[in-house]
């Protein structure tokens, strides 16, 4: 199924990321992962892919995915410090 994490303090959205899982499959995906501009370089979206891991794993699923836009080349080194790979 699909899940929407989100960082919200009192009155704002801060941070999101999409996840899908696929149980039957044990696969995950994520995307759309933002934090809002002023607050980056905080962990902010670190704490959000280790927390759609986290459920991913609680839900079965052994592998995850992501699809880094070509607009956006300089986030594979990011992604890259969490073990992910290019294919």
């Known amino acids: 199924g699909r899940h929407f994490l989100l960082i ?3 009155t704002d959205l801060v941070g999101s990321i999409a996840l ?18 002023n607050l980056q370089k905080q962990g902010l979206a670190s704490f959000l892919i280790q927390e759609a891991e986290g459920l991913a794993r609680k839900n079965g699923c052994l592998h995850m995915e992501l699809h880094v836009v070509d607009v956006r080349p300089k986030l594979v080194p990011f992604y890259e410090t969490f073990g992910y790979k290019q294919c």
């Open 20 to 37: 899908e899982m696929n149980a039957g499959e044990k696969k995950a995906f994520f995307g759309m992962l933002a934090v809002r501009k």
């Open 8 to 10: 919200e303090t009192n």
